[in-house]
C-alpha cells in the first residue's frame, strides 16, 4: 500500500458516515462552543478504517465526518493530527481551530469535543495508555542538558494546568511522513510492526519536543530556549558577563530573566549543566572518575567529590555502580 492508496482511504465516505451525510443532523455551519450538553464517557470502541492493533499499548481512530464530536472524556491520551482541512477543537471551555498538520496531546478524563468535519477535514486520533506515553515521551528529555530539563519541566507545567499541550506542527517535513506510516502499519502491518510502530511513536515524540523548543525559541523579548543551548555549549568557558555579551543584554536583566524563568541563578545553571554532564558521562562512558572530573573543569578531585556528593547524596563510584544495577532514572538531588 502506498502514500495514494492511503489517501484515497482516507477520504473514502464510510458507511456510518453516509448516514449522516444523507440525512444531516447537524450543518456545516455548527459551532461546538453554542452547543450546551452533557460530557458523555466514551468507551474503546470499534476502530473503523484501522482495523489492525499492532501495538498493544495504542491504536489509531479516524473520526467520523458529517457532524461533531460531542463532549466526552476518557481514560485514555489522545494525540490528534490533523490530516487535511480544519476543525474546531474544544477543551474544557477553550475553542481553536485545527489546522492540516498540527497536533494536540490530550490528557485522559479532559472533557473536550470536535467541531464540525467537512468531507476534505480528516482528523486522525490516536489513543495511547497513559503508562505507555509517560514512559516514552519524557524518555525524549533524557539529555543530559538544562535545556532538556526546562523543556520537560515547561511540557510537564503545562500539561498539568491545561490538560493538553498544542503543537504548532504545520510546518514540519518530518510528522506527515511518520503519521503516514503509523497509519499504513495500522492498515496493512509488516512482519515487525510492533517494533516499527513503537519506533516510530519515538520517532513522532522526539519531531514534537524540536517542535516545541522551535516555537520557544521564537519569544524574541525573552531568548531563553537559544541562552539554554548556549549554556550547555559553553559551560565549562562561559560566564555571566560573555554571555549577556553574546545576546547583547545587560547582565542585571539576563540574572532576573533566568531566575525568573528557570528559578536559578546563571551560577546554579552552570553547576547544574556541569554535573549533568558529569552523570551522563559516568553513565554512558568507561571513563575513569578523575577524567570525568578534569574534563569537567575539576582541577582537585578532592573537591569534586565533595561536590558530587553533595548534589547526589553518594560518591561517583556509588552513582556509577547504582545506575548499572537499575538502569536511567533521576538521582536523588538532581
Not at 517535513?173 to 516510530?200: D, K, Q, T
Amino acid at each position: 500500500m502506498n502514500y495514494k492508496t492511503l489517501e484515497q482511504l482516507l477520504h473514502t465516505i464510510e458507511p456510518a458516515e453516509k448516514i449522516y451525510l444523507e440525512k444531516p443532523f447537524f450543518s456545516d455551519s455548527f459551532s461546538i462552543k453554542d452547543y450546551i450538553t452533557t460530557v458523555y464517557m466514551m468507551d474503546g470502541g470499534a476502530s473503523g478504517l484501522f482495523k489492525y492493533t499492532p501495538h498493544p499499548e495504542l491504536k489509531l481512530t479516524k473520526t467520523g465526518r458529517f457532524r461533531p464530536v460531542l463532549p466526552h472524556i476518557h481514560p485514555w491520551i489522545e494525540l490528534g493530527y490533523m490530516f487535511s482541512g480544519s476543525c474546531e477543537h474544544m477543551v474544557r471551555d477553550r475553542v481553536y481551530t485545527l489546522k492540516k498538520g498540527q497536533i494536540y496531546i490530550l490528557d485522559s478524563d479532559t472533557p473536550h469535543s470536535i467541531g464540525y468535519l467537512g468531507e476534505n477535514d480528516i482528523h486522525i486520533s490516536i489513543v495511547i495508555n497513559k503508562p505507555f506515553f509517560t514512559e516514552v515521551f519524557f524518555h525524549h528529555f533524557s539529555e543530559e542538558s538544562v535545556l532538556s530539563r526546562f523543556l520537560s519541566d515547561a511540557l510537564s507545567a503545562m500539561a498539568s494546568h491545561d490538560n493538553y499541550l498544542f503543537f504548532p506542527s504545520e510546518d514540519n517535513r518530518r510528522i506527515p511522513f511518520i503519521m503516514n506510516e503509523l497509519m499504513l502499519e495500522h492498515l496493512s502491518p509488516s512482519g515487525n510492526a510492533p517494533s516499527i510502530v513503537s519506533s516510530l511513536i519515538s520517532l513522532l515524540f522526539l519531531e514534537l519536543v524540536n517542535v516545541y523548543e522551535q516555537q520557544s525559541s521564537q519569544d524574541t523579548e525573552s531568548p531563553l530556549i537559544p541562552i539554554l543551548r548556549y549554556i550547555r555549549a559553553n559551560y565549562l568557558t562561559c560566564s555571566l558577563i560573555s554571555t549577556a555579551r553574546a545576546f547583547s543584554l545587560n547582565p542585571n536583566y539576563l540574572t532576573t530573566m533566568l531566575k525568573k524563568k528557570t528559578g536559578m541563578t546563571f551560577k546554579e545553571l552552570i553547576q547544574q549543566q556541569r554535573f549533568l554532564s558529569i552523570t551522563g558521562q559516568l553513565q554512558n562512558t568507561g571513563l575513569s572518575i578523575e577524567e570525568i572530573a578534569h574534563l569537567n573543569g575539576y582541577e582537585n578531585t578532592t573537591y569534586f567529590y565533595k561536590k558530587f556528593r553533595q548534589e547526589y547524596h553518594c560518591s561517583p563510584k556509588e552513582f556509577r555502580e547504582r545506575y548499572r544495577r537499575t538502569g536511567p532514572s533521576r538521582p536523588e538531588g538532581s
